[in-house]
């Protein structure tokens, strides 16, 4: 094994992560935003963590709750194999066609991947110290918890490159049961969360229960952990055996080859990338046809069209995903703060309110990626472009408030609170925030190009959509505190319809003036 | 003469620098026409522009006697466009992407069906019209493009470097296609690299360079204007017209320079 060529390999995979970095400042904007996006919410979320240790008297099911989550990362990892082992583009074209081993090329790649994921999870290091200082743990306790982390995160990567190389080495139907095997059996401990299921796995050996165990020991200051400590040791050591073995194989024939895409690049380029993995993913599930030519008004052909695409490319699934989500978010929120329903409507309408300002901002996002770049094909028809404008934001509209509504009347019913506050909010939110997305966005490719910045996009969209929606909230506000009465609260839905209709026409005809005077 | 297309005095300019300076065309109806130059001589601008991808500064473009400013959406039913890159909506099957491109030319239903029948069988994509677009290889997807260029059976086929991607065979079949249009009276106008191709195909050529109409004509004129002799090739003409054109260019530009 030459050492050298593991560093100088390591240091190149580093560099091409970390290169689109440094190529734009977009990236480096979104890597600050991310950090600290997530900061007010780790400081939470360490207070409440802190205090819930200082008033809990029985670990169990601390060490339930964590051991299950540490599972499941567990299965995560190891699914992730069962496509076998992938190298970027420029890896089998520049590295795997080079006279190196393949255990200086694993080695390299393990080191890169800890690398890229610590980029990442920068914001859980200053979670950990929050934790460290609030809990005021010795600086014993506090390393001993970060190695019994690092010794799990080698565990998790070791498994996951081993079981990606027998994938690869091996692609009968034993291999894919072996693999399927291990993610049932690790799959266990996430039982813990339903907490209901009288199972003992607590008792039984995982590594990630070993993790658990020594995690909360330390923050209670138990001392009797050399059992866990070993137990951990031992499941590093093995997948250590098992990554040494695997390493002897060449593997390098039987890889398959993906095209790189860093997650600091937001340039168009890397977007399409994405998209195009998408549409592979989601096409899978089978491609049903509504598109043909008998439909007798464009605008539903084109809408139909629409549709196809937001179903294929995925961004329908994520709205179903993020609002049922959304949904078990707002009633735990009302379900930890009180023991009656007095609150959901709060929660409702908070969460319907940022979700709502995402979805439009993530549909017209999406557009952009997979359907911007074939505008040539419209512009150059002869059609009407306003035909196509009117699609794309009656679709936009009609997907990004009807799944709000259906879960917000669901919900409403459910626990008998008086939908109007979130309903306003979500059928204005919807037209404004869909039509002043698709606004900026043509109004930003006529002025730079396709390959306008993306952040520029999101943030002004969400600036003018936001003060745009400035009489709404207002409105909002108003019948969550006062309540109208039924009369006013259906007037209040027709104003704010009026008004969301108003702010739709005037953008749209911008939109379609706009888009007129695009050159490509 | 009836000419299909017709750019005079084009002008056009993009991030400080100038595209085209007042470029003259002629194209006649019923003939393969071929635009060639070196990189950066302006072809795709010309195509976009003629295409109303692209607007220009100043100048007047006519296609079939209908200004592009006046009547576009008469003036871009008459046309069928391949862009040199063709980006096409991945999420779309073969079939629904030639229905799509016919439903928003205004082809009738019934016209629709029977062009794709035609088309897939022309282009050989019979067994693709269930496949995704995205699962396509480049030269496929070139196909699928120039199908659907052809979905409304346009007067003028514009196409920028066809053969580009495309496998000798699907060349061959490209080259087939072009003569037949031809022969049906429409016309094909392609800009292209490759001059051999463009000597073989092309009735007449015209040679662009810095923006502006260096020579046009069949090889016959061409030959005469550079002087060549009866034997020479589309490259050596083209080789000869273009470094005249560096010269009279350096000329000009040494004398603007002197006047100021």
């Known amino acids: 094994m030459r050492i050298h060529v593991i560093l100088n390999l390591y240091i190149f995979k580093v560099k091409m992560l970390l290169g689109t970095l440094k190529a734009s400042k977009a990236s480096i904007a979104l890597l ?12 939470g979320l360490s207070l409440t963590l802190s205090n819930a240790v200082r008033e809990t008297v029985d670990i169990n099911p601390c060490i339930e709750q964590l051991s299950s989550i540490a599972s499941l990362l567990m299965v995560f990892a190891i699914s992730l194999a069962l496509r076998g082992y992938t190298v970027f583009e420029y890896e089998q074209n520049i590295i795997l066609t080079s006279p190196i081993k393949p255990r200086e090329y694993l080695i390299a790649d393990t080191f890169s991947n800890l690398t890229s994921l610590s980029i990442f999870a920068n914001p859980l290091v200053i979670f950990y110290l929050m934790i460290v200082y609030l809990l005021k743990l010795s600086i014993s306790s506090a390393l001993l918890i970060l190695l019994s982390v690092l010794l799990f995160t080698f565990t998790l990567l070791f498994l996951k490159v081993s079981f990606s190389i027998v994938k690869s080495l091996y692609r009968g139907v034993l291999t894919n049961i072996f693999i399927l095997a291990t993610i049932f059996l690790l ?35 138990l001392d009797n952990l050399i059992i866990d400590l070993t137990g951990l040791s031992f499941y590093f050591l093995l997948s250590l055996l098992f990554f040494l073995s695997a390493s002897m194989k060449n593997f390098f024939p039987s890889v398959s080859s993906i095209p790189f895409i860093s997650p600091f690049d937001t340039s168009m380029r890397m977007q399409n990338l ?41 961004s329908l699934f994520t709205i179903i995903l993020l609002y049922l989500l959304a949904s078990l978010i707002a009633t735990s929120i009302s379900g930890s703060l009180s023991q009656n329903q007095q609150i959901l409507p709060y929660s409702l309408t908070f969460i319907v309110g940022v979700y709502s300002l995402t979805i439009p901002l993530m549909l017209v996002s999406n557009w952009r990626a997979s359907d911007s770049g074939n505008l040539w094909i419209q512009l150059t028809s002869g059609m009407d472009i306003y035909a196509m404008v ?37 059928i204005s939110t919807s037209m404004i925030g869909c039509s002043v997305n698709l606004y900026v966005m043509i109004g930003l490719i006529k002025l730079k190009g396709i390959g306008a910045p993306s952040l520029l996009i999101g943030l002004v969209s969400m600036l003018l959509s936001i003060l745009l929606l400035t009489p709404v909230y207002i409105l909002v506000m108003l019948e969550l505190n006062l309540g109208f009465g039924d009369a006013r609260s259906w007037l209040s839905i027709v104003v704010v319809v009026a008004y969301s209709i108003l702010i739709t026409k005037i953008l749209s005809k911008e939109i379609g003036k706009n888009i007129y005077n695009i050159e490509l | 003469m009836t000419f299909i297309v017709e750019l005079i005095d084009v002008w056009k300019s993009y991030n400080g620098i100038q595209a085209l300076r007042g470029l003259n065309l002629e194209v006649r109806k019923g003939e393969i026409f071929g635009l060639i130059g070196p990189n950066g001589a302006g072809k795709t601008t010309t195509l976009k522009i003629i295409v109303g ?42 079939e629904e992407f030639l229905i799509y491109s016919g439903k928003i030319r205004g082809v009738s239903t019934k016209h629709i069906r029977e062009r794709i029948d ?43 470097e066809p053969f580009i991607g495309i496998d000798p065979m699907g060349q061959h079949l490209l080259k087939e296609l072009f003569s037949e249009r031809v022969k049906d009276g429409k016309t094909v106008f ?36 550079s002087r060549t002799g009866e034997n020479a090739t589309l490259e050596e003409v083209f080789l000869k017209l273009i470094e005249e054109a560096e010269v009279k260019s350096t000329r000009d530009e040494m004398l603007k320079r002197g006047r100021l």
């Open chain 2, 190 to 225: 392609i800009s292209t690299h490759m001059l051999d191709t463009a000597e073989r195909l092309c009735d007449r050529v015209a040679i662009i360079y810095k923006g502006q109409n260096v020579a046009s004509g069949d090889l016959k004129i061409l030959k005469q204007l």
């Open chain 1, 274 to 314: 994405q998209m195009e993995r998408s549409i592979r993913v989601f096409s899978r599930m089978g491609v049903i046809s509504i598109l043909n030519p008998e439909s007798r008004s464009i605008l539903v052909f084109l809408m139909k069209k629409e549709f196809i695409r937001v179903l294929r490319e995925g």
């Open chain 1, 32 to 43: 600050i935003f991310y950090t600290f996006g997530l900061l007010p919410g780790l400081f």
């Open chain 2, 118 to 160: 035609h088309l897939t069988n022309l282009f050989e994509l019979e067994d693709k019209r269930r496949s995704l677009i995205v699962s396509l290889s480049k030269g496929m997807r070139q196909k699928v493009a120039i199908a659907s260029a052809l979905i409304h059976d346009p007067d003028l086929l514009i196409l920028d």
């Open chain 1, 187 to 221: 799959l266990f401990p996430s039982a813990g969360l339903i907490s209901d299921l009288p199972i003992g796995y607590t008792l039984l050996p995982y590594p990630s229960t070993f993790l658990a165990k020594i995690i909360v020991g330390l923050v209670y200051g």
């Open chain 2, 53 to 94: 991808l692209l607007k220009m500064d100043r100048g007047l473009v006519k296609v079939n006697g209908v200004d592009i400013y006046e009547k576009p959406y008469e003036y871009k039913k008459l046309i069928g466009y391949v862009p040199e890159s063709v980006s096409l909506p991945d999420y779309l099957t073969v």
């Open chain 1, 390 to 426: 009117k699609a794309l934001l009656y679709t936009f509209i009609s997907l990004s408030s009807t799944i709000p509504v259906v879960v917000v009347a669901v919900l409403s019913m459910i626990y008998k609170v008086n939908p109007v506050a979130p309903l306003i909010l979500t």
